[in-house]
């Protein structure tokens, strides 16, 4: 007998190349992945499950899907997939991280260009039919120090690309060697020393339980008040809250944040109401260029993974 035709489901919009790569050899699904009474019983089929940052697999998406052979992440923090859990049950995760990287630098940079020059408000204005030349102050970055929390692929990139704005660069992160760093032309710090130094501070670090909540209140109480804080790496790395009340309290002067603890945020998440903040809704990955290559290199890691093939790194 002939084997059924794999079950590819696609749990979240992957990019029309992604769809490409993946063929006619499958019998493809979609279902919408942050709908939980639809995904656990699409996946009761699933050889193979398609998703980006809003769908959860977790043990008891595992335990709905008996057939499941791999789960592929189009783009790269794996904080949504218990990835012990699918090893323990033979299923493997694969996910793209390079795909996304530069878009995700660019995107922090936008957000600190946006808040420094507070182009969002002053964009409402215009649009308002105003014209308030003399409500909006900026700050220069050249000559700023800034602080990248997480010296890893996108937060090296994001170093470049600040340093060329004639930055002093410094970064926390306990896993680069300090010779690396020098290499890139930055200055490796303890967090204490960062938070207290820099005029600007981006994180990029990924979720774990070590860094979840890792700037909080406490940290956020020895930071420079004219501090801008960029965040476009995941949600509750800084504390919402505690930032919220810094920005009310003008303890920290400004904030630009792409990431929130749920997603999607709440109504009343409390930097919404925070004031000299720019949000925007997890676009950190949202370009193209970057879903062409998360898609498309996920797809060939399916394809591989589903004809039993080796899957090489993508
Ligand atoms: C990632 O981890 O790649 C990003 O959060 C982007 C995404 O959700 O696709």
Do not use: C
């Not at 998703?51 to 008891?60: L, Q």
């Not at 789960?71 to 996304?100: C, F, K, Y």
């Not at 820099?198 to 774990?208: G, Q, R, Y």
């Not at 990431?259 to 109504?267: D, F, H, I, L």
């Amino acid at each position: 007998p002939t084997p059924a035709t794999p079950v590819v489901l696609i749990a979240e919009t992957l990019a029309p190349s992604a769809m490409q790569a993946l063929g006619s050899d499958f019998d493809i699904r979609h279902v919408d992945g942050a709908d939980r009474a639809a995904l656990l019983p699409a996946l009761a089929d699933a050889d193979a499950v398609l998703i980006r940052s809003a769908t959860t697999i977790d043990a008891e998406a595992l335990a709905a899907a008996p057939r499941l052979k791999v789960i592929a992440r189009a783009g790269i923090g794996l904080d949504n997939v218990d990835v012990p859990a699918a090893t323990a049950r033979g299923v493997l995760v694969v996910n793209a991280p390079q795909s996304n990287i530069i878009t995700a630098a660019e995107h922090a940079i936008a957000l600190l260009l946006s808040v420094a020059r507070q182009i969002p408000a002053a964009h409402a204005t215009m649009v308002a039919g105003e014209w308030k030349r003399s409500k909006f102050m900026g700050v220069e970055i050249a000559d700023k120090t800034v602080g990248v929390v997480g010296l890893g692929r996108i937060g090296q990139l994001f170093a470049a690309r600040i340093a060329a704005f004639g930055t002093h660069v410094i970064a926390y992160d306990p896993y680069l060697q300090p010779a690396r760093a020098a290499a890139l032309g930055v200055t490796l710090v303890d967090l204490p020393t960062l938070l207290r130094e820099a005029d600007i501070i981006s994180i990029h670090l990924p979720k774990t339980p070590e860094t979840l909540g890792l700037i909080g209140a406490a940290e956020l109480a020895t930071v420079k008040p004219n501090v801008i804080i960029i965040n476009a790496a995941r949600g509750g790395l800084v504390d919402e809250q505690a930032l919220a009340d810094a920005l009310t309290e003008g303890r920290v002067a400004a904030a630009g944040i792409d990431v929130y603890v749920k997603e999607p945020a709440a109504p009343d998440n409390p930097l919404r109401s925070a004031p000299n903040i720019v949000l925007t809704p997890h676009l950190g990955a949202s370009t193209e260029e970057a879903q062409d290559k998360a898609g498309t290199a996920v797809a060939r890691s399916v394809k591989l993974a589903l004809r039993g093939d080796f899957v090489p790194d993508a």
